[in-house]
């Protein structure tokens, strides 16, 4: 299998991570640090240990072929609509695989619902594994815009809402918001040193310190500035930078390209923590994307308390596994995930339940 990039136009998109634009940037600057070994049209083909430790072990064990979407790393849910079953149908008969990973599975209007995923998987004969992955938070922007969002929450949120703008009202707030793909590189140059900075510890580090990362988020960006769909912000209490983030919205849906605006990226600078400015940023935040026109906000996906207090409706979504029957290393893995992720499987009763979006 060639590495080969196969756009698929007749694909409906749904946010940005899906689009070609993403496909491209991904392939460019983060194909090789994931292994990939090829891609085809929208998948991913990938060579993996099949443990992840102890790496003296992994040395001698047989590598996992292990098929995952472009982009698997990515933030916002995936999905499985018609064009991209076929695709997979073909790839399965064509290519030796062991495994095969949908991360951040969602129900999409024109995809498949996980009821109905999950059984024509089944009949494919690979019996997959399903279990619950972190849901995605969004909130709904009626008519009304920010004082009408307010209104709809319970009045301990709306109290504490209110607060935290009149906490900082004497340290004249100022949220920027820069589009022009002239502001991206010195934005970011600042975004990656207070990232890096935040996230070092004596065991981990920022993904920005790989300068694949860096070149990847440079390139999608200017892209997106290109197709008006990017939203970079400055927040500053007393004229100093406490929070900088990145948004975005789809340019290329068949939908409206207002439909919804994703917050992707947010650091604080460690300059006035008590405030919680990254908190209060996303209201800004909020507040810019209710006067844009935008129809839903989404908060990303994660258990933090924040989104879930945040948010007027909650995006359900899914791991799913399918190992080759005829694969032993296949096997091999599958038992490992259902041993690591055993209080996430879900049975089969749930999955023919199961819901994609829920009000809160």
């Given at each position: 299998?060639?590495?080969?990039?196969?756009?698929?136009?007749?694909?409906?998109?749904?946010?940005?991570?899906?689009?070609?634009?993403?496909?491209?940037?991904?392939?460019?600057?983060?194909?090789?640090?994931?292994?990939?070994?090829?891609?085809?049209?929208?998948?991913?083909?990938?060579?993996?240990?099949?443990?992840?430790?102890?790496?003296?072990?992994?040395?001698?064990?047989?590598?996992?072929?292990?098929?995952?979407?472009?982009?698997?790393?990515?933030?916002?849910?995936?999905?499985?609509?018609?064009?991209?079953?076929?695709?997979?149908?073909?790839?399965?008969?064509?290519?030796?695989?062991?495994?095969?990973?949908?991360?951040?599975?969602?129900?999409?209007?024109?995809?498949?619902?996980?009821?109905?995923?999950?059984?024509?998987?089944?009949?494919?004969?690979?019996?997959?594994?399903?279990?619950?992955?972190?849901?995605?938070?969004?909130?709904?922007?009626?008519?009304?815009?920010?004082?009408?969002?307010?209104?709809?929450?319970?009045?301990k949120n709306r109290q504490?809402?209110?607060?935290?703008?009149?906490?900082?009202?004497?340290?004249?707030?100022?949220?920027?918001?820069?589009?022009?793909?002239?502001?991206?590189?010195?934005?970011?140059?600042?975004?990656?040193?207070?990232?890096?900075?935040?996230?070092k510890t004596d065991t981990?580090?920022?993904?920005?310190?790989?300068?694949?990362?860096?070149?990847?988020?440079?390139?999608?960006?200017?892209?997106?500035?290109?197709?008006?769909?990017?939203?970079?912000?400055?927040?500053?209490?007393?004229?100093?930078?406490?929070?900088?983030?990145?948004?975005m919205h789809n340019t290329?849906?068949?939908?409206?390209?207002?439909?919804?605006?994703?917050?992707?990226?947010?650091?604080?600078?460690?300059?006035?923590?008590?405030?919680?400015?990254?908190?209060?940023?996303?209201?800004?935040?909020?507040?810019?994307?209710?006067?844009?026109?935008?129809?839903?906000?989404?908060?990303?996906?994660?258990?933090?308390?924040?989104?879930?207090?945040?948010?007027?409706?909650?995006?359900?979504?899914?791991?799913?596994?399918?190992?080759?029957?005829?694969?032993?290393?296949?096997?091999?893995?599958?038992?490992?995930?259902?041993?690591?992720?055993?209080?996430?499987?879900?049975?089969?009763?749930?999955?023919?339940?199961?819901?994609?979006?829920?009000?809160?």
């Amino acid at each position: 299998m060639a590495l080969l990039l196969k756009p698929n136009l007749n694909e409906t998109i749904y946010h940005p991570f899906e689009s070609l634009l993403y496909k491209t940037c991904w392939l460019k600057h983060l194909a090789q640090k994931f292994a990939m070994q090829a891609n085809y049209d929208y998948f991913g083909y990938f060579t993996k240990p099949i443990l992840s430790k102890p790496k003296v072990l992994t040395r001698y064990l047989p590598k996992l072929k292990k098929i995952e979407l472009l982009g698997h790393n990515g933030p916002f849910a995936n999905s499985f609509c018609e064009n991209r079953l076929s695709t997979f149908k073909e790839l399965i008969k064509t290519e030796k695989w062991d495994a095969f990973e949908l991360k951040g599975y969602v129900s999409r209007p024109s995809g498949y619902s996980l009821k109905a995923l999950y059984q024509i998987f089944t009949e494919l004969g690979l019996s997959p594994l399903v279990m619950t992955d972190e849901p995605e938070y969004l909130i709904q922007m009626e008519d009304g815009g920010f004082e009408a969002y307010l209104a709809k929450k319970s009045k301990k949120n709306r109290q504490s809402i209110r607060r935290r703008f009149k906490k900082v009202e004497h340290l004249s707030p100022e949220f920027q918001v820069y589009q022009s793909a002239d502001e991206i590189n010195a934005f970011f140059n600042c975004f990656f040193r207070y990232h890096e900075t935040y996230w070092k510890t004596d065991t981990t580090e920022s993904y920005f310190s790989d300068s694949q990362e860096r070149a990847f988020i440079l390139d999608f960006s200017t892209g997106l500035s290109k197709q008006g769909g990017l939203h970079l912000h400055r927040f500053k209490l007393n004229d100093t930078l406490v929070n900088m983030g990145m948004a975005m919205h789809n340019t290329s849906s068949e939908e409206s390209s207002k439909d919804i605006f994703y917050g992707h990226l947010t650091i604080n600078t460690g300059e006035y923590l008590d405030y919680a400015p990254g908190i209060l940023s996303t209201f800004y935040e909020l507040q810019y994307a209710f006067e844009q026109g935008f129809r839903w906000f989404n908060l990303g996906y994660g258990l933090n308390p924040f989104k879930a207090n945040a948010a007027t409706h909650k995006l359900n979504r899914y791991k799913l596994l399918l190992v080759n029957p005829k694969s032993l290393v296949g096997h091999a893995y599958l038992m490992q995930m259902k041993k690591k992720h055993s209080s996430a499987l879900l049975n089969h009763e749930t999955i023919q339940n199961a819901e994609g979006i829920s009000e809160l």
